[in-house]
């Protein structure tokens, strides 16, 4: 197996982080490439407050620029500089954006971290990772971040609340 590229998706989020420390990990041992792509999930196409139509390529343009700026502030405030990465923005759904991407770059392996919601949470917010996996042609690596899994409910915890014990 030659992983050549490896895309990491961001949220922006500290969760996403877990997916670049796998994602840096593997690229050391194989000397891949690391894409770092932000999906700004906003819909650009909109009216603006003062009536004036914003539609059109320079609306999308703006929204890729404000999504630019936040993806170098988060990387420059959270990732160490001794990691090579080649910073992707997109605007849409990030989903689609993730595939296309991941395709078109002939991407090895999707690294995307979780948050590992659950329950209604879950249910109303979806999950980006989740459908990734199930709609991806290329393999994925989803990842729950550290803060999550010692969080995790173990059987003890369930049998003591329960005073099974």
């Not at 895309?7 to 997916?19: E, F, N, R, W």
């Not at 650009?44 to 390529?57: C, H």
């Not at 990691?83 to 296309?100: F, S, T």
């Not at 990734?132 to 409910?153: G, M, Q």
Request: some cysteine; charged content about 25%; hydrophobic content about 40%.
């Amino acid at each position: 197996m030659n992983v050549r590229k490896i895309l990491v998706t961001t949220d922006l989020s500290k969760y996403s982080l877990a997916g670049l420390e796998y994602a840096s990990e593997i690229g050391l041992s194989y000397g891949s490439k690391l894409y770092f792509l932000y999906v700004a999930d906003e819909h650009p196409l909109k009216q603006a407050s003062n009536g004036a139509d914003v539609t059109g390529r320079s609306a999308i343009q703006r929204a890729e620029d404000q999504a630019q700026k936040r993806l170098e502030e988060f990387v420059r405030r959270c990732v160490a500089p001794d990691i090579q990465l080649i910073q992707v923005v997109r605007v849409g759904n990030p989903v689609d954006e993730i595939r296309r991407f991941a395709e078109q770059q002939g991407v090895d392996v999707i690294v995307i971290a979780t948050h590992g919601w659950t329950g209604l949470k879950h249910v109303l917010m979806g999950s980006v990772a989740e459908r990734v996996v199930r709609h991806s042609s290329i393999p994925v690596l989803s990842v729950k971040p550290l803060a999550l899994r010692e969080n995790f409910v173990h059987e003890e915890d369930i049998e003591s609340e329960l005073h099974l014990r």
